[in-house]
């Protein structure tokens, strides 16, 4: 029998470089080798309180852009959390068993209070709950994801494991972090620190959608320094960013090429983020291509989303099934 892969994105806007490198080409990949559910967190993205409008609108975009990279709805279950009400109720029950200390601990959570300090609701305090139990709802082994989200992975299997011991059962499967890359990825962004990240703002992030000229002008912008000053000298964050970046998109030859005028201190910032920012055209555009033929296609997009409720749904049930009756609920 094939295992089971589950990830998920948040819908907060188009999808960037560091979604696609970071957990979508896994999607595509393992779709042929894996019992695959992959889906659109939009319970998730309630703890930033988005409009309506909004939240429907990147809804879609995230669905379009899922089947734009190759995500084939007939290999992979494609399906909305909201669609699918047992994943709330797997989160209730968890919830009963996941400690204050350990979410507080929790590094996303930290960040969140740093960064919004006017909204630091229990959503977000139980977002790896959440998040466990979009893992445990199909009884996954492999969840491919960016580096970022390791330690929600230690927790899901903190709470898996817990809930076993609880029932004194066997029930839950232990869920790891997958890359076909030989670590886990980070992705850099365009402001010359940290992470590829929609809190970072637009200018940080290359999305897949965005056009030449905005790759063009978001390059132009990014951040560099005054240059190297001796020869082979250790290159700063910001520098090393866009390096990191040119190894994703551009060929070896190029980052060869451009790594050894870094070190002669002959390198033209100038000339080196124009070839980023056609490389990444290069890359881009197929994807650009089919998201604006796919976004014109409500009648499919619908099609997909209700097949993939539906397959969701009956391998969710059955967990919530079992889980009910674990727990001791029984009908008199
Ligand atoms: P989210 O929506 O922030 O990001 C979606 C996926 O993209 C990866 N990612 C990156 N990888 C490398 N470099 C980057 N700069 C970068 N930015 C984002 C993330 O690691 C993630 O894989 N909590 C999750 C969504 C989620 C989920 C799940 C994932 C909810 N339930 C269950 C897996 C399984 C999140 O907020 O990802």
Avoid: W
Avoid at 26 to 51: E, G, R, W
Avoid at 98 to 109: C, V
Avoid at 245 to 256: F, G, P, R
Avoid at 268 to 275: A, C, E, N, S, V
């Amino acid at each position: 029998m094939k295992e089971t892969v589950v990830s998920g994105i948040r819908p907060t806007g188009q999808l960037h470089l560091g979604n696609y490198f970071g957990a979508v080409t896994n999607f595509v990949k393992m779709q042929y080798d894996y019992n695959c559910y992959f889906f659109i967190a939009d319970l998730h993205s309630l703890t930033t309180h988005p409009t309506p409008q909004d939240l429907h609108g990147y809804v879609r975009h995230v669905l379009v852009e899922y089947l734009a990279c190759g995500i084939d709805p007939e290999q992979s279950t494609i399906y909305i959390q909201s669609d699918v009400p047992e994943v709330a109720e797997l989160y209730l029950y968890l919830n009963m068993n996941a400690y204050m200390g350990e979410l507080e601990r929790s590094t996303s959570f930290k960040d969140k209070v740093r960064s919004q300090p006017d909204n630091v609701n229990a959503g977000l305090l139980t977002y790896p709950t959440l998040m466990a139990a979009d893992i445990l709802i199909h009884k996954a082994v492999k969840v491919p994801v960016g580096k970022d989200q390791e330690q929600h992975l230690e927790m899901t299997r903190t709470f898996g494991n817990r809930f076993n011991r609880l029932y004194h059962a066997d029930y839950f499967p232990e869920a790891f972090a997958f890359s076909y890359a030989q670590q886990l990825v980070k992705v850099p962004g365009l402001d010359g620190k940290g992470k590829m990240s929609k809190s970072g703002g637009d200018s940080n992030c290359i999305y897949l959608a965005d056009s030449p000229e905005a790759i063009r002008k978001k390059m132009s912008r990014a951040v560099t320094d005054g240059g190297p000053t001796v020869e082979n000298q250790a290159k700063p964050e910001a520098i090393q960013n866009l390096f990191d970046l040119m190894k994703i998109v551009s060929s070896a030859d190029t980052l060869a090429h451009f790594d050894g005028l870094y070190n002669q201190m002959a390198i033209r910032y100038g000339d080196f983020k124009k070839q980023l920012a056609e490389d990444m055209i290069l890359f881009n555009s197929p994807i650009r291509e089919r998201i604006e033929e796919l976004s014109k296609d409500t009648d499919y997009l619908r099609k997909v989303a209700r097949h993939g409720a539906e397959k969701a749904r009956e391998s969710a049930r059955k967990t919530i099934s079992d889980v009910r009756s674990l727990i001791g609920f029984k009908a008199f």
